[in-house]
């Protein structure tokens, strides 16, 4: 295929040729050479080639809670966004704490045989804080991480411990980073806004006094430590102040952090409730600074879906969370790259690259000898939010109806295309045969893929 390569792993950033043999990158040319003139070629015009987008965090709900999300389906929404690697949190019912459900869920994936799932194992028991999960049956089963995400892990020695295990297994901790003890009852932080909306307040000490204390246990253990979903101005402060000095620690901030603030609760109620809250202005710029300048590396989309009635329900009562794999792409390059707050190679690297190396997962590169997972985008193509049209389960988005630039067009995962024009394979009726792929330039006056 040819078309526009920005793959900051392979160092490429250009028009270029990828040939793509047997599943894998055999080699990437200049678009003008003739050492592959003799072969079948998907001339993707404009388009941007990029390596295959990886998330380090989803909530998919099964098994437990198949009438949010299916492995299937999350799956399918995953391709949808260019996605050709996710990562599934443990918090299912029953929580993913032994072999038996690390097995289930990979089970469901080559099943569903459209994107890479990966399984992150519960920490603790049940994720009750009590007693550390067989963390090395679990990393031998498949698990490429361990969190007891949504349930924060208060004992410190257990945390610790936790630390040391994941070093051992060479396997990241993911922090939900939250003192129940600053936050219980809350629905958003302390502020004006919140008391404006009546509800019940979390503190803003509630994340940074979390993440200070992880920062500190890391630094005594040496683990790998991986802190989720960041909101807070404080919390970035402490956490750059670590990566500036060295310690093993990554961080993640999603799209919703990053372009939203605590008003858009007023607009959009529940479907702006997540957890940890939206924060204010100082925080969103904060977030954004520290994603800019490279030192918050990881852009995760902690997509988790709800059924319509329970976010239907009032703020205080409707679940905490948004669905975010079919818009977040679009979301960071409409309001970041094409503004020129972030360039497409640090995007590439914040959705790709960096993700799949802090877990040691195959895919955030298109270097010769890699899988052949990799989305193409039409950088132009102008289109608006419809959350209806989600192949997700979930519709609970803050963004319905955003005018965004930017969309995937095509995800190709282990060489084979799971998505063409807004159609994903064995769920979309009208998907193509490949012959016709060939065929049928992706052209942006085609309005049909969208």
Same mark, same amino acid.
């Given at each position: 295929?040819?078309?526009?390569?920005?793959?900051?792993?392979?160092?490429?950033?250009?028009?270029?040729?990828?040939?793509?043999?047997?599943?894998?990158?055999?080699?990437?040319?200049?678009?003008?050479?003739?050492?592959?003139?003799?072969?079948?070629?998907?001339?993707?015009?404009?388009?941007?080639?990029?390596?295959?987008?990886?998330?380090?965090?989803?909530?998919?709900?099964?098994?437990?809670?198949?009438?949010?999300?299916?492995?299937?389906?999350?799956?399918?929404?995953?391709?949808?966004?260019?996605?050709?690697?996710?990562?599934?949190?443990?918090?299912?019912?029953?929580?993913?704490?032994?072999?038996?459900?690390?097995?289930?869920?990979?089970?469901?994936?080559?099943?569903?045989?459209?994107?890479?799932?990966?399984?992150?194992?519960?920490?603790?028991?049940?994720?009750?804080?009590?007693?550390?999960?067989?963390?090395?049956?679990?990393?031998? @089963?498949?698990?490429?991480?361990?969190?007891?995400?949504?349930?924060?892990?208060?004992?410190?020695?257990?945390?610790?411990?936790?630390?040391?295990?994941?070093?051992? &297994?060479?396997?990241?901790?993911?922090?939900?980073?939250?003192?129940? /003890?600053?936050?219980?009852?809350?629905?958003?932080?302390?502020?004006?806004?919140?008391?404006?909306?009546?509800?019940?307040?979390?503190?803003?000490?509630?994340?940074?006094?979390?993440?200070?204390?992880?920062?500190?246990?890391?630094?005594?253990?040496?683990?790998?430590?991986?802190?989720?979903?960041?909101?807070?101005?404080?919390?970035?402060?402490?956490?750059?102040? @670590?990566?500036?000095?060295?310690?093993?620690?990554?961080?993640?901030?999603?799209?919703?952090?990053?372009?939203?603030?605590?008003?858009?609760?007023?607009?959009?109620?529940?479907?702006?409730?997540?957890?940890?809250?939206?924060?204010?202005?100082?925080?969103?710029?904060?977030?954004?600074?520290?994603?800019?300048?490279?030192? &918050?590396?990881?852009?995760?989309?902690?997509?988790?879906?709800?059924?319509?009635?329970?976010?239907?329900?009032?703020? &205080?009562?409707?679940?905490?969370?948004?669905?975010?794999?079919?818009?977040?792409? !679009?979301?960071?390059? /409409?309001?970041?790259?094409?503004?020129?707050?972030?360039?497409?190679?640090?995007?590439?690297? @914040?959705?790709?690259?960096?993700?799949?190396?802090?877990?040691?997962?195959?895919?955030?590169?298109?270097?010769?000898?890699?899988? @052949?997972?990799?989305?193409?985008?039409?950088?132009?193509?102008?289109?608006?939010?419809?959350?209806?049209?989600?192949?997700?389960?979930?519709?609970?988005?803050?963004?319905?109806?955003?005018?965004?630039?930017?969309?995937?067009?095509?995800?190709?995962?282990?060489?084979?295309?799971?998505?063409?024009?807004?159609?994903?394979?064995?769920?979309? !009726?009208?998907?193509?045969?490949?012959?016709?792929?060939?065929?049928?330039?992706?052209?942006?006056?085609?309005?049909?893929?969208?």
């Amino acid at each position: 295929m040819k078309g526009y390569l920005c793959d900051p792993g392979a160092g490429w950033e250009g028009r270029a040729a990828i040939l793509i043999r047997d599943g894998k990158v055999e080699a990437i040319f200049s678009d003008v050479s003739s050492d592959i003139s003799d072969l079948p070629v998907l001339d993707l015009q404009d388009h941007l080639i990029l390596p295959g987008l990886v998330d380090m965090h989803v909530h998919f709900r099964e098994p437990g809670g198949e009438y949010k999300e299916t492995i299937a389906s999350g799956s399918a929404a995953a391709v949808a966004g260019g996605f050709t690697s996710v990562v599934c949190m443990p918090n299912t019912s029953p929580p993913l704490d032994n072999v038996e459900q690390i097995c289930f869920v990979l089970e469901k994936a080559r099943l569903a045989a459209l994107a890479k799932v990966y399984p992150v194992g519960a920490v603790t028991v049940g994720q009750q804080g009590e007693k550390l999960a067989d963390h090395k049956a679990m990393a031998k @089963a498949g698990a490429v991480a361990f969190s007891d995400d949504g349930r924060p892990i208060m004992n410190s020695r257990l945390m610790a411990d936790a630390l040391k295990k994941g070093l051992e &297994l060479d396997c990241p901790i993911i922090a939900h980073c939250e003192d129940l /003890t600053l936050s219980a009852g809350g629905v958003v932080y302390e502020g004006a806004a919140g008391r404006c909306l009546g509800g019940p307040m979390v503190s803003r000490a509630a994340e940074p006094v979390q993440v200070a204390r992880d920062l500190v246990l890391q630094r005594a253990t040496g683990g790998k430590l991986h802190l989720a979903h960041l909101s807070t101005r404080e919390s970035v402060e402490l956490f750059c102040r @670590a990566r500036e000095a060295g310690q093993d620690v990554s961080a993640e901030v999603t799209p919703h952090h990053l372009l939203l603030t605590e008003e858009a609760l007023k607009v959009c109620a529940a479907d702006a409730k997540m957890n940890p809250p939206l924060g204010n202005a100082e925080d969103r710029w904060a977030l954004q600074g520290a994603l800019t300048q490279g030192l &918050l590396d990881i852009v995760a989309t902690d997509h988790a879906p709800h059924h319509r009635e329970e976010k239907s329900r009032s703020l &205080l009562e409707a679940p905490f969370g948004v669905v975010g794999l079919e818009t977040s792409f !679009a979301l960071l390059y /409409t309001f970041l790259v094409k503004k020129g707050l972030l360039t497409l190679e640090a995007l590439v690297r @914040a959705m790709s690259l960096h993700p799949a190396r802090r877990l040691n997962i195959p895919g955030g590169t298109l270097s010769p000898g890699a899988t @052949a997972d990799l989305v193409v985008v039409d950088p132009q193509h102008n289109w608006s939010v419809e959350k209806n049209a989600f192949f997700s389960q979930g519709k609970n988005t803050p963004f319905q109806g955003w005018k965004l630039c930017g969309s995937p067009v095509m995800t190709m995962v282990n060489g084979e295309i799971k998505m063409f024009r807004g159609r994903v394979k064995g769920v979309s !009726a009208d998907f193509p045969p490949l012959a016709e792929m060939f065929k049928v330039r992706l052209d942006r006056q085609d309005e049909k893929y969208f």
